[in-house]
């Protein structure tokens, strides 16, 4: 019954993400209600809905990594520096070319706030869902799956690196903004969202039974596909439900052309990259996919436990969350690697 479930979820997710967004610019209220913390006993810590939905998905990714078929990836390591490099280096080439083309619009800080939120967004770990994608267009799922978890499990170092470099870009306040949530992201944040939850998962793939493995996989698999669309539920409410309260038809359109810009420039240096190295179809697809598909819930979620007071930065971070899904979507179609033929 969980395997029909996740069968069925899993090839109407699309759906079900614009149903999420659809519900939260109907129906904010118990989305913004869930960003909030939620006090438990005196001995506990408070409930914190988004980062705890946010580590069940990474644990259910990381219980179900293909873990035995790395081992020729790390063999051969080259696709995976190369995307590790480049997971770096794309940041560090679009958002200063970005900060620059938002320098001569007529916002009074240089569009830092939404420079703020796209920076982010690229600081983050490959993300998980990726590795959907990578299924879809027949890509190098080994490669993939090598690029998510050194990514996710390098982000306590990377992730504070990429905000501190990236912080003198901006204007009006948010330079010292992105340094808080830097501090944040280094005192413990992604360490305890991001990468602790799939390093567990990870552990339960490598040690647990084969058929332990299958029963726990049948489990959670579901509950977390439904844990990511409450999610984004939840992020979404608390970005659209401002634009409900206070419609800003410019910030919105902003937020758009921003996100679509950066999202357009990481897949492109990604395609660009993959021919430069004269990849195969399907490591180049993966490549290029892991260049442009960032953890857009894990900058959401950051977002909103260091930034409470500034829900429109949650704008730019879901037009990208929803453009690289259509990105990625055009880039299986095109990369697809041709059938092997019957017999050969």
């Not at 006090?39 to 705890?52: F, I, N, V």
């Not at 299924?135 to 190098?140: A, S």
């Not at 038809?249 to 679509?260: N, Q, S, Y």
């Not at 357009?264 to 490591?283: D, H, I, K």
Request: hydrophobic share 55%.
């Amino acid at each position: 019954m969980h395997n029909r479930a996740a069968s069925w979820l899993r090839h109407r997710l699309g759906r079900a993400v614009v149903l999420s967004y659809a519900l939260a610019l109907v129906l904010p209220a118990p989305g913004l209600w869930l960003r909030h913390p939620h006090p438990l006993p005196p001995s506990h810590p408070p409930l914190h809905t988004a980062p705890l939905l946010l580590s069940l998905v990474l644990f259910s990714a990381g219980l179900q990594v293909p873990v035995r078929a790395l081992g020729a990836l790390l063999r051969h390591p080259r696709v995976l520096l190369a995307g590790l490099v480049l997971h770096l280096a794309i940041p560090l080439a679009v958002v200063p070319f970005v900060a620059f083309l938002l320098r001569h619009t007529p916002d009074a800080d240089g569009g830092s706030g939404l420079l703020t939120a796209m920076i982010l967004v690229v600081a983050m770990p490959v993300a998980a869902g990726a590795t959907v994608w990578t299924d879809k267009g027949n890509g190098d799922q080994p490669t993939m799956v090598g690029l998510v978890l050194a990514s996710t499990l390098l982000s306590p170092l990377t992730t504070p690196v990429l905000l501190a470099t990236l912080s003198p870009l901006l204007s009006g306040g948010y330079a010292h903004t992105l340094a808080a949530t830097g501090r944040l992201a280094e005192g413990g944040f992604t360490l305890t969202a991001v990468v602790l939850p799939c390093a567990a998962g990870l552990l339960g793939a490598l040690v647990m039974p084969a058929r332990w493995l299958g029963r726990l996989v049948t489990a959670v698999a579901p509950s977390a596909m439904a844990g990511s669309l409450v999610l984004t539920y939840v992020n979404a409410s608390g970005a659209l439900g401002s634009v409900l309260s206070r419609p800003r038809p410019l910030l919105f359109a902003a937020a758009l052309a921003v996100a679509a810009l950066v999202c357009l420039l990481s897949f492109v240096l990604g395609r660009v990259a993959a021919r430069l190295l004269r990849l195969e179809a399907a490591t180049a697809s993966s490549l290029t996919l892991a260049c442009g598909m960032n953890n857009s819930s894990a900058s959401a979620v950051l977002i909103t436990a260091s930034l409470p007071d500034k829900p429109h930065l949650l704008l730019p971070v879901l037009a990208y969350g929803l453009l690289q899904k259509t990105a990625a979507n055009r880039i299986v179609t095109r990369l697809r690697p041709p059938p092997i033929a019957a017999g050969s």
